[in-house]
């Protein structure tokens, strides 16, 4: 769901032509970190991505995932990780001024055998010499419904952490009725089982 708005974003700004409502909600500043990415520094310890939803929205079993593309522009090669639950205490506190009455904070990060693959990854990137040029990553956090899709705006959040210099906003208060069409939203937001 979410991720799919992300896969639009780097897709229009690759093909030079955006979507003014996603648009209005990326900081100017995170266009900049992920037109910079760079795959052989990020730390994948550290690598977490935490979304900010209505408390009726949950996501879903193995929904929240990150993406990454690296190689020659010809023949990039994608890197799929599924992310866990991050649940420890210490995980919420610099995410404190994200805080928002009626929302609810999700932290996931790298399962162990992922940080283990994605180190290697980087190395293998390293010993080749592989420019920041060469590498993409997106961050998809797919949702369930607890209920009845709650009136009015749905707004989201999802922020990323790539090392230890702390979390970027991706996309701030993003309304998903104003980037799914009301017809498809129950669908894309299913109820949890």
């Known amino acids: 769901m979410l991720g799919r708005v992300m896969v639009a974003l780097l897709a229009a700004l690759a093909a030079g032509c955006t979507n003014l409502t996603v648009l209005q909600h990326v900081p100017f500043t995170t266009m900049s970190r992920l037109a910079s990415f760079d795959l052989t520094k990020i730390d ?10 209505p408390e009726a929205l ?18 990039r090669t994608r890197y799929d990780f599924v ?19 009626g929302y609810k904070l999700w932290i996931y990060r790298f399962a ?27 961050a998809n956090v797919e ?5 009845e899709l709650p009136s009015g705006a749905l707004l989201s959040t999802t922020l990323l952490r790539t090392d230890a210099t702390g979390y ?3 996309f701030d208060d993003l309304d998903l009725r104003a980037v799914i069409p009301e017809a ?6 299913p109820p949890c089982k």
């Open 168 to 170: 970027f906003v991706l």
């Open 112 to 138: 162990p055998a992922d940080v283990a693959r994605l180190t290697q990854l980087r190395a293998r990137l390293m010993a080749v010499g592989n420019s920041q040029s060469r590498a993409s990553i997106e």
């Open 184 to 189: 498809e939203l129950a669908a894309r937001v």
């Open 58 to 75: 949950v996501p879903r079993s193995e929904g929240v995932k990150v993406t990454m593309r690296a190689g020659r522009e010809d023949e």
């Open 143 to 147: 949702a369930c419904r607890l209920g």
């Open 44 to 53: 994948p310890t550290s690598l977490r991505v935490a979304a900010r939803l």
């Open 83 to 101: 992310l866990v639950e991050a649940v420890e205490a210490e995980e919420v506190g610099s995410l404190l001024g994200y805080r928002k009455a």
